[in-house]
């Protein structure tokens, strides 16, 4: 209810023609209306106020409240009354829509086959939907839902996941793959924008033609046409993302009525749609950022606004907190989970995982290998931090610095990555004139050992000589020296530092064990740490990842674990260590 205190002036006799009556508004209440408009006479028509107005127009006055409650004349006046009715677009308005609609549809699926082959990130998406159709584990650096959207576009047109995508150019007809099937998915998503964005405006406040304008450049633009007909991720990323915005702006046409069915459901879809977006493309955090700036800036208002009461505030805030921060996390990890569920086969990506996740993927038994590693044993040494690999040699030198055997990371399991750990020669000397020199004698925390390369006996060998691609001051070469029956030099000798342990097995972290411990490779004389990070050598180092020696290295990409532990002295009654799995 509306209501203004007014002064209704009525012409006295003998005053000027032309002026009957005139209402001056003093003072405006109303919770709807927002902040009271005053018009005071004496602000009006100067220090004699109506006085002044009375003797010089010849109009006297009589105070009056005004109710416009229900009035057509006053209706500027009762907009709070105004905001109080539902949003709806009217028939008009959804016939100018229909026939945007149709004009999109036809600029989105005409020719959709043509062209008839693999167009750009086709090549990549084309075959992600594939191994999800095998269940062949792959690892890629975008969120699954968009990729997994495919894959059922794929499944209902009929594809089997057995066309590779290889390369640009494959030509679909000739493999018989339901492409046009896959292409359907985005080009239906980017024709459900226009409609979108119609919504979003009139949800906004904007006039019809305003919305219909809009609509129409959404309909007609040249990107968003082209990238939603081809099996892209940008056409589900964009679909999300507008769905998000007209829910969020559906949301704030409840705001006069906080806490009702459509007021919850609204803030809901809009939590979901964050998560779904954020599940196609990691670019999503933009839309979180904007949503929640703008849920700020509401609760912020929220804050001033003296009608709320604190319980009631209370309840704004933690709804808001669970739909937009909870909800999205939630739909986020559930979109993970099925892709998880849904790719349990052995692939390509395993060489990116921990050990411990490799192990739960059908086609993996990474098995148990004997726990204690001991002088003179064979093992597979795997670098920690990047899961890139296993420490490994072959019979290629490097093209730069010394030209020695190259030493690298490799990711697949082979005879070259196998390395003996023996004893320094000084060591080797003490032990061989003990009282028995045939004892099994376990590696411990700071104990200097030698690395053999098991099948071109080169030893792990480092020098004051720069890394091929790694050229700092503060990084050395490491490289493979030496031959058959040389007895090597002390910059073959590395000090074993295990920094960490199993804490159901304490000795893990005193003693050598395969599987538990985790340890450090320090050089000896350059005092320096057997290191990577996954930078690539040339092709003439076949592409694998540079090993290289750091002084000051952190500590995370310097840890190393013996995977696998061969030695025939070992009883057979030994403990054994496996990988959990997670």
């Known amino acids: 209810m509306a209501h203004l205190e007014s002064m209704r002036y009525r012409k006295q006799p003998g005053g000027n023609a032309g002026h009957d009556e005139a209402t001056v508004i003093s003072g405006m209440s109303s919770v709807a209306a927002g902040t009271p408009t005053t018009l005071d006479s004496d602000d009006a028509y100067g220090a004699d106020g109506a006085a002044g107005l009375n003797s010089d127009l010849g109009y006297s006055y009589e105070k009056k409240d005004l109710d416009f409650s229900t009035s057509s004349t006053l209706a500027p006046f009762a907009a709070g009354d105004r905001q109080h009715q539902r949003f709806c677009i009217s028939r008009n308005q959804w016939i100018t829509l229909g026939f945007i609609v149709l004009a999109a549809a036809y600029v989105r699926l005409w020719r959709l086959s043509n062209p008839a082959q693999v167009v750009f990130d086709e090549v990549h998406f084309g075959k992600f939907a594939g191994k999800y159709l095998n269940g062949t584990y792959f690892f890629d650096v975008h969120p699954p839902l968009a990729k997994m959207m495919f894959a059922a576009a794929g499944r209902l047109a009929g594809y ?9 150019g494959l030509d679909y007809i000739a493999a018989n793959v339901p492409y046009i099937g896959m292409r359907l998915m985005p080009a239906l998503l980017g024709l459900s924008m226009v409609p979108i964005t119609y919504v979003t405006l009139a949800a906004l406040g904007h006039a019809a ?80 950022a904007t949503v929640g700036v703008w849920t700020v800036k509401d609760l912020w208002e929220k804050l001033g606004d003296l009608s709320i009461s604190p319980g009631q505030y209370v309840r704004h805030f933690v709804a808001r907190a669970v739909a937009l921060i909870v909800v999205p996390v939630v739909v986020y990890l559930f979109w993970f989970q099925v892709h998880f569920s849904v790719l349990h086969k052995s692939g390509d990506g395993n060489a990116f995982m921990s050990p411990e996740f490799q192990n739960t993927l059908d086609g993996v038994n990474l098995g148990h290998t004997p726990r204690d590693v001991y002088f003179g044993s064979r093992v597979r040494i795997r670098h920690d931090a990047t899961n890139a690999g296993y420490l490994h040699s072959h019979l290629s030198n490097y093209e730069t610095g010394s030209k020695q055997q190259q030493v690298t990371l490799y990711g697949f399991r082979d005879d070259n990555n196998y ?103 320090i050089h000896v004389n350059q005092r320096c740490a057997l290191f990577s990070n996954r930078k690539k050598l040339p092709k003439w180092g076949h592409e694998q990842v540079e090993v290289s020696c750091m002084k000051s290295a952190k500590f995370p990409k310097t840890l190393w674990r013996v995977e696998s532990n061969i030695n025939e002295n070992i009883p057979a009654k030994a403990p054994l260590a496996e990988y959990r799995r997670p």
């Open 160 to 168: 089997d996941g057995v066309f590779d995508f290889k390369s640009i």
């Open 209 to 288: 033609d305003a919305c219909a304008l809009g609509a129409l450049l959404v309909c007609f633009e040249n990107a968003l046409l082209t990238q939603s007909r081809l099996i892209l991720l940008d056409a589900s990323l964009i679909f999300f993302t507008g769905l998000t915005v007209m829910f969020w702006a559906l949301f704030f046409t409840e705001s006069h009525r906080p806490f009702g069915n459509r007021w919850w459901g609204y803030l809901m879809l809009t939590g979901v749609n964050l998560g779904n977006a954020l599940s196609c493309k990691w670019v999503g955090l933009f839309l979180i």
């Open 419 to 521: 390395w003996v750990l023996t004893r320094t020669e000084a060591d080797e000397e003490a032990h061989q004139n003990s009282t028995n020199p045939h004892e099994l004698q376990q590696i411990k925390d700071g104990d200097t050992v030698r690395l053999l390369h098991w099948r071109t006996h080169r030893r792990l060998h480092s020098h004051n000589e720069r890394p091929p691609v790694t050229t700092n001051d503060y990084q050395n070469e490491v490289s493979g020296y030496g031959w058959e029956g040389f007895n090597g030099d002390s910059n073959d000798h590395w000090r074993v530092q295990i920094l960490e342990g199993d804490s159901s097995i304490p000795d893990s972290k005193k003693k050598l064990m395969a599987i538990h411990s985790k340890f450090r490779l």
